[in-house]
């Protein structure tokens, strides 16, 4: 004989429903322990409902963060100048620790392994834009006019847009492969700053 589940009156629904935007952490110590006792009637389902969503986005959301950086750090390895200024050690440590982070992510939500593609196809718009920026960026530093400086960085930018790869150079498995970094590029016209 199963047991029936009570319909929450709407005072109870209204006020569980408040207590999720007032206070988060009662509210979820709350929804736990109706669950626990099975006591459905005190679960604010629409929320309960979202948050676990959420959960799941966040979970992507991570997934994809890490790709990102991971790609990031790759190409900045890939299109690095001959300068001895640029932290290539760091780019590297950076990499090695998004590929850490990648495979606990992996390891605590395996339903994201066949999102993986999908995920780094994401990740990889935003990484190719944050090297963009952080290359015009790094040759304009010493320019000391505001001006002449937001010229010299949009036309970097624009150059690098152009020099860049448009698709992902990297597989999947090179991106998670913890041994593998990129050769550098060896650029005929690598885009400097003209001061």
Do not use: C
């Not at 997934?63 to 991971?70: D, H």
């Amino acid at each position: 004989m199963g047991v029936a589940a009570k319909v929450p009156d709407q005072q109870q629904a209204s006020e569980t429903s408040s207590l999720h935007d007032r206070d988060f952490y009662t509210w979820a110590v709350q929804q736990a322990a109706a669950l626990r006792r099975r006591d459905f009637s005190a679960v604010d389902w629409e929320n309960v409902t979202e948050e676990i969503e959420t959960l799941g986005r966040t979970e992507e959301r991570s997934l994809r963060n890490q790709y990102a950086r991971a790609v990031e750090h790759l190409l900045k390895l890939q299109y690095r100048g001959d300068e001895e200024t640029e932290p290539v050690a760091g780019w590297e440590s950076s990499v090695n620790q998004a590929r850490v982070e990648i495979e606990e992510v992996l390891q605590d939500s395996t339903g994201l392994k066949s999102k993986r593609d999908e995920v780094l196809a994401r990740a990889w718009l935003s990484a190719r834009r944050a090297v963009i920026e952080a290359f015009a960026h790094h040759a304009t530093a010493g320019i000391r006019d505001d001006s002449m400086r937001h010229r010299e960085q949009k036309r970097l930018t624009r150059e690098w847009s152009q020099t860049l790869p448009q698709t992902n150079p990297f597989t999947r498995e090179q991106v998670e492969d913890s041994f593998w970094m990129p050769e550098r590029t060896r650029l005929a016209q690598r885009p400097q700053s003209l001061h």
